[in-house]
Every structure is written in structure tokens, then in C-alpha cells.
């Protein structure tokens, strides 16, 4: 009865979260072409090659198939793709026990909340690199072949629609080793490397040689929308060579930005390092909670060095920590007597107190100069409420 009335919690949660993104997508719909997210959208692959294009593409030949508007289609990927992104996350859930350690990831404000409290995030690509990896930690393959072509598959598409998805190689590294470990057991041979590396070699020569021939005035021709330039939102990313991007960050971070971001991180972080501890195993001797933690957080640090917008940075590594999390209970490497005994030494009021501090106290916002934001769980609510009156209100 109590699982039942956990999973309960969790799919009204996602629901709720869902229909919330639903309406502010579609209320946004009226910003096309010009709000950033959808320039991003607009990039295809009708000048050439180029990083980010695939999504845009697709988009693209779908509307001039079917002579849809281009905004609607990418309004329908938009609520489809958050759709299987809940759907596939409550699917992992519901192979573990939802305890007060999981209801303090779930309702953090950096986890599923965050699109919601901050909407210059919201129909960004990056939940296509979230589900996309979300996919492959779920998939059972059953083989170490099967393993590896499951990764070019899902780790390429990633790639393809966003290159933010090279920082996340570990994240895909450390599932194959843990499924080879533990799951399939078979030895990896020098072929498998050397496909591994033949493969990233030629991911990397497109996105960081091959993309820069790309027309980016053809691209944007090809929409005939007025006012898009090659300065325009998105487009205005893609010219510029990464240590043009590193010395711009670098220059708009100070001591105070880091704090701010520092503070979301440890108190988001600190119920892991209350509750978790990795079992002692022969064969993961590394895999200790200090490790885990120390690898995840210095594997983030380059991304804060060329993105200006810190508050989808911590999002999506919040959500790859959330899954790779979750796969280790599933792998059984967590010590869930230790977790119980954690959780059972706190009364109510000190839970109450926890879920007030890390889940409704502050979020970031998406810019790294911007101050924190406040009560994100309930101005979410308001949030909703208001986007219902105005999506209405356009009927």
C-alpha cells in the first residue's frame, strides 16, 4: 500500500509538471521565431553540415511534406519529447523504492521542477540529451555488442542534435563498464576500443571541423523569416571558435557567481551524502560515495567555462547524476540497510524542515550574473494557474 501510494505521489508530480509545460510551450509559440529557444530549432542542414542540425532538419522536412507550420511541429517534438522524458523517468522509479532520500532528489529544484521555475530553459534541446542517455541506462542489452552499438546509436543521435553531449561521455563510458561488470561480463577487446575511438573520431572532425563550412545564410533562407540573422539567438553560437566562447564566460565570471552556484549545488547534493553509501565490492573498489561525487562534480567544471547560462548546466547534470544514481540501486552497489537506518533516525519535523530547505527554498536562474530565484515550488503553482488563464483566454 505504501509503494502504491508513492508511485502515486510521483505520477501526479510528473503530471502536473507535464501539463505545466504543455501550456507554457504553447503559450510560447507566440514568441516564434524570434525567443532564443526556437532560433535553436531553426538550425538544419540546408547550408551544409553543421553542429545542433538534426532536430532542426527533421522539423523542417516534416513541414515541407506535409506543408505544416514550421512552429506547430516543433511545439508537437517539444510536448512529445517531455512527454517520454516523464514517462521513461517514471519507469525507472518504478523499479526502486521511493523513500524520503528519493522524494528529496525528485522535488529538487534543479531536477524536473526547472524548466517550470525558470522558462527560459523550457522546449530547450537539452532534454533530448537527457532522454536520449535516460534511454540507453534503461535499454537491457545483452551483449557487450549489443552494449556498444546501442551507444553509437544513442550517444551519436545525442550528439547530432546538440554537441553539448561530448561532456557527458564519461556518464555513457561508466553505464558500459557497469553493465560489462556486472550484467553481460564479457571481456572488451581491442576491436570494440577501436571502434569506441574511430567513432568519436569522426563525431568530433564533423562537429569541430566539418560544421564550420556550413552556410548559415542558407540555413536561415530557407525560412524566409524577417529579422534572423546570423547574430539571431542560437546562430550567433555557432561561428564562434570554443576559445572565443572560454574567454567570454571566463570574463563574465566573479567570486559571487560561483558562491551562488556553489550554494545550490551542496544543498541539492547534501541528501546523497547523507544517505548513500556505495557496498563494498571486489570488483568496484573505486566505487566509494567521496569518488562518485568527486568524478561527477569535476567532470561539470569545463561546461561552466564556455556556457553563460549555469542554471541548464546544473540542470542537465542534475538529471545525469539523478539516472546514473538510480542505476546503481538498480545494480544493487548501494547499501539500502544503511539508507533505511539513515531515514529512520530522523523524526517528522526534521524531514519537514530538509524538504523545505533543498526542495522550496531557491533555484538558480538560467544566466550565471542573474541573483538566485525563491519558493520555485510555488510560484510554479502561480505559474500554472496564470498560464491556464492565458491559454484560455487566446480561445
Known sequence: MELLKEKKI???????????FTIYLTLHVSEFPYKY???????NYEGGFIRRGLLGQICFYISN??????????????ILIYFIYFLLFFYLFSKIKINFFWILIIFSPIAFLYPLSELMSLGRKDVFVISTFLAFVIINQKSINSILCSFIIFFGISVFIHEITFFYLFHYLFVIYLKNKLLVKKKINILHYLAIFIFLLFLLYLNLYQSNFAELNIIINSYNYEDITVNSGAFSWLSPSFNQIFFNTLSKIDIISVIRYLFIFLINTAPFFYFINFKESNDLKFLTTKNFFIVIFFLSVPMYLLIFDWGRVIYINFNFFIIILAFCFLLNLIDLKYL??????????????????????????????????SFPLYRTITRIINGTIDTLGNF
Open 340 to 373: 533505511e537506518v539513515k531515514i529512520n533516525n530522523l523524526n517528522k519535523k526534521i524531514k519537514i524542515f530538509f524538504f523545505i530547505i533543498v526542495c522550496m527554498s531557491f533555484s538558480p536562474k538560467i544566466l550565471l550574473d542573474d541573483d538566485l530565484g
Open 10 to 20: 510521483l505520477f501526479i508530480y510528473f503530471l502536473y509538471l507535464f501539463i505545466g
Open 37 to 43: 529557444v526556437f532560433t535553436d530549432w531553426l538550425i
Open 65 to 78: 511534406v506535409f506543408n505544416l507550420d514550421f512552429k506547430y511541429v516543433v511545439l508537437i517534438f517539444q
